[in-house]
């Protein structure tokens, strides 16, 4: 590889955007009616149901573009310029209540096969696999890098509402060769913790793998592989591993072995639960600290722990990571004034000096950690602050609107308006984790 890049993008022009059609022929059937979908007994709660739908999951539907082949799901904004993984996993979650999108969603999943085989053409055999971060549109340089595992969980989530599982079969073999590289590049050491990292050898873009800006992430440093060692290959592999990215591995793990079970490959199954299995034991050997009440990042060699916790911290919890005893404990600590300003979760522990409200990951608050956490307190029985962090998000959202993030002191919107990711503030409702805020499918 020698520090070259896989792929080489160049050239293609922009073809024009699409807002929610699926290019249905005339006469078809006209599609969802938005103002009959939802129900609640507050006029607000629909009306702001609504626009999620419009400008956080339909306004981001866009045609086809080199190298996209297929109609592809851009997060918001005049800057990201291509179909991400994490954000797009939240988009099709809600798309995938309305009938007619079951072959736009296909065709959104099929863009991350068709990476696949465009990288595999040029791609060593060690690097093979991989689905980038974002396909980005020509002429942008190809990311060479990956992001948070979460296609296995967003697809088990569609499947979970429309019951396609045709786009399960379809998908379930690169997903878990995409999981195969992880954890071949990225469990350095064979102990169940995956790092970060970036075969372009460039620091941020290994930060760029996981929630970027993280206080815990400040002394990273890429090294060479720390056994395998290639004149090809270059300073790729990052020195930290997060617990964000280890949850989130795992949490897609449960999601491919299930979905392993749905299609009746109970040996992919049995493959993903060993995977399970040595991950949990990573995290709970490794990233548990008793005295922070939740799990730390450590030094990848040493297993030195990392003394700050941050938004990544609390993700085992939506992966089912912790014991009870674990578990009881965050509940504690996050809880606590650390944790709960005005509007929670802030993205770093509040008492740490590098804490600001406004902060990119350094304080500020995101709408979807906030779903997921809330989630995985809700699993756990923690029902009453599930309901607390999920009702203040909500809350927020109908005061300063959606956004990407926002300010965890006075919840002033912050970032790109009518992001994508801002759908999930209506996910955490339909999900039943509110309490003063109610929205329902219409049945």
């Known amino acids: 590889m020698k520090r070259r890049t896989f792929i080489q993008t160049a050239g ?18 006209v599609g969802t009616d938005l103002n009959t979908l939802f129900a609640s007994d507050r006029p ?30 851009a997060p918001g904004g005049p800057h990201y310029l291509g179909q991400w993984i994490w954000d797009t996993m939240f ?14 969603i296909r065709e959104v999943f099929g863009n991350y096969r068709d990476f696949q085989e465009r990288w595999n053409e040029s791609a060593p055999k060690y690097a093979r696999d991989m689905i980038t971060v974002a ?67 460039i620091l941020q873009h290994a930060r760029w793998e996981t929630f970027d800006y993280e206080c815990n992430m400040d002394d990273l440093n890429l090294t060479m592989h720390p056994t395998r060692k290639r004149l090809e290959e270059g300073y790729w592999y990052g020195d930290i591993c997060v617990p964000g990215n280890n949850a989130y ?22 493959r993903r639960q060993k995977r399970i299995d040595k991950g949990v034991e ?13 799990f730390l990042s450590v030094q990848r060699d040493t297993l030195e722990k990392i003394p700050v916790a941050t938004i990544g911290s609390w993700i085992p919890l939506t992966a089912g990571v912790p014991t009870r005893a674990m578990a009881e404990r965050m509940a504690q600590v996050l809880a ?19 804490w600001q409200p406004t902060a990119f990951w350094r304080g500020d608050v995101w709408p979807s ?31 300063h609107g959606l956004s990407e993030h926002y300010n965890s002191m006075t919840g002033e919107a912050l970032g790109v308006p009518d992001y994508s990711m801002a759908a999930t503030i209506l996910t955490m409702m339909l999900d039943g984790l509110t309490r003063q805020h109610k929205v329902s499918l219409r049945t």
């Open 135 to 201: 396909i980005k549109t020509e002429p942008q340089p190809q990311r060479e890098f990956s992001q948070i595992p979460i296609l296995a969980w967003g697809l088990e989530r569609v499947y979970q509402r429309n019951g396609d599982k045709e786009l399960v079969r379809q998908c379930i073999g690169s997903l878990e060769s995409w999981h195969d590289w992880y954890w071949r590049e990225r469990d350095l050491h064979d102990n169940g913790l995956i790092t970060v990292g970036a075969y372009t050898g």
């Open 282 to 294: 990573g995290m709970r050997k490794h990233l548990w600290d008793e005295e922070a009440g939740t």
């Open 12 to 29: 293609g022009a922009a073809l024009a955007g699409i807002a929610g059609t699926d290019c249905m022929t005339p006469g078809a059937i």
């Open 249 to 270: 591995l795992i949490m897609g793990e449960r999601s491919l072995a299930r979905l392993a079970q749905l299609v009746g490959d109970h040996e992919m199954a049995a």
């Open 91 to 104: 988009v099709v979650d809600l798309m995938s209540l309305m009938p007619e999108k079951r072959g736009l």
């Open 44 to 73: 607000d709660l629909l009306v702001l149901a609504k626009r999620v739908m419009e400008k956080c999951v339909l306004d981001k539907v866009r045609a086809p573009q080199p190298p996209l082949k297929r109609r592809w799901i």
């Open 369 to 399: 950690p906030n779903y997921q956490i809330a989630s995985g307190l809700a699993a756990y029985g923690h029902r009453e602050l599930a309901a607390k962090i999920a009702d203040k998000t909500v809350a927020n959202a109908l005061k």
């Open 336 to 354: 606590s004034p650390n944790w709960q300003t005005p509007l929670p979760i802030p993205t770093v522990d509040r008492m740490d000096p590098r």
